[in-house]
């Protein structure tokens, strides 16, 4: 479970400030399947920072097996996310510096930077967005 929270962490970080409507309904089946877990152990507990899953971790013993499965799934949702961002933003990367090298990173202003650009950007750029589901 350490391992599980751990890497939810993680991941956590990275995708909020890239992708956060995935990340909600995520974090939404994890509050449906460890809602006992959550009024139980954790009702008092302030969201945000990780809190929430240091206070699972705290009662890991007591978490019941679709919690914790919930939590796992969670992690490797988020760590696929991440792994298809990194990927597209490796293959995006000089597109990025070449169009985009003044703006803000976050809240989806370089993926609008890249679609406003969308007829100068690489075609390796392009094929990526759309494998990774950020260019339909």
């Not at 350490?2 to 990275?14: D, E, H, P, T, Y």
């Not at 930077?113 to 990774?132: F, I, P």
């Amino acid at each position: 479970m350490r391992k599980v929270i751990a890497s939810s962490l993680v991941a956590a970080v990275l995708l909020f400030g890239v992708h956060a409507r995935a990340a909600d309904s995520i974090a939404d089946n994890v509050k449906k399947a460890c809602h006992k877990e959550l009024t139980t152990f954790c009702k008092g507990v302030m969201p945000g920072e990780g809190r929430i899953l240091a206070c699972l971790y705290a009662f890991e013993d007591k978490v019941s097996d679709k919690c914790e499965y919930a939590v796992y799934d969670a992690a490797l949702q988020l760590e696929q996310a991440v792994a298809a961002l990194k990927f597209a933003a490796s293959q995006c990367k000089d597109d990025l510096m070449k169009f985009c090298a003044n703006v803000q990173i976050g809240q989806g202003r370089a993926l609008a930077c890249l679609n406003k650009n969308e007829k100068d950007v690489s075609q390796g750029c392009k094929d990526a967005l759309r494998q990774t589901g950020l260019k339909k």
